[in-house]
């Protein structure tokens, strides 16, 4: 608690969510154990644990989060040193670019203009989410504004201004648009495989069961998307949603 009062003001909300998820879970793991007596071996099975739970690119920003957090209390003088050894998870999977196809694929199923915006701007000028809300306009040049406000030039062509302006004005949270993404991703895959997410065994009470979990809120949409598909449904309303 003393850490994130001494943070409020200088880190980000979205940045403070990740702190306090990431130490909250290292107190469950620790319980009311003191900071100078943590035994390095609860912190690794706890590291373990976790790599079973998430991804390891989810378990690298907790373990980034608890590092900056065991800093602090070096500088504060409530430990000497590190705990224990914090290593980044192995990441054995490679990035794949969104191919021109599936790009439009996607684009096809956001429908919200400004969504469409942050999207298209981000790909063809390789600006980051959260830097499109603060980046500037001066004398026909764009400049992002990364950590530190440090300033990067980018060149972008004429026609995407537009796309610039509109997303100055609505200003979308970053997260808002990752989700509108991966949405339209899947519901682009489902489009592309008719065998993707059958459904031929389940009923409208089935799809409703599977949103009481993490899981079954992302697939949800989707399994009502295959639903209409499937029984040649036009689309459900809310109301059939429900029922």
């Not at 900056?68 to 980044?88: D, G, H, L, Q, T």
């Not at 192995?90 to 942050?118: A, L, N, Q, R």
């Not at 004429?158 to 609505?170: G, R, V």
Request: charged share 35%.
């Amino acid at each position: 608690e003393k850490y994130l009062m001494d943070n409020r003001n200088k880190i980000k909300p979205e940045t403070m969510k990740s702190y306090k998820r990431a130490l909250s879970l290292l107190v469950d793991a620790y319980g009311s154990a003191r900071i100078d007596k943590l035994n390095p071996e609860v912190f690794y099975d706890f590291r373990n644990k976790l790599l079973d739970q998430i991804t390891p690119t989810s378990v690298n920003i907790r373990m980034r989060s608890i590092k900056v957090f065991m800093k602090w209390c070096i500088k504060r003088n409530y430990i000497n040193k590190m705990p224990f050894e914090i290593v980044s998870a192995v990441i054995d999977y490679e990035k794949e670019e969104v191919t021109d196809v599936e790009y439009d694929g996607i684009i096809s199923f956001i429908i919200d203009p400004v969504i469409k915006s942050y999207i298209r701007f981000a790909r063809l000028t390789g600006f980051r989410l959260g830097e499109l809300n603060k980046c500037e306009y001066e004398n026909g040049k764009v400049y992002a504004i990364g950590k530190r406000n440090k300033k990067r030039e980018i060149q972008i062509a004429d026609w995407l201004l537009e796309d610039l302006h509109l997303i100055q004005k609505h200003q979308y949270d970053p997260g808002r648009v990752t989700r509108e993404f991966t949405l339209a991703y899947r519901k682009h895959l489902l489009n592309q495989n008719p065998k993707y997410l059958d459904i031929s065994d389940r009923d409208h009470y089935v799809l409703i069961m599977m949103g009481r979990d993490k899981v079954g809120r992302l697939v949800k949409p989707l399994l009502f998307d295959r639903y209409c598909k499937q029984y040649g449904i036009k689309q459900m309303t809310e109301a059939d949603k429900r029922k």
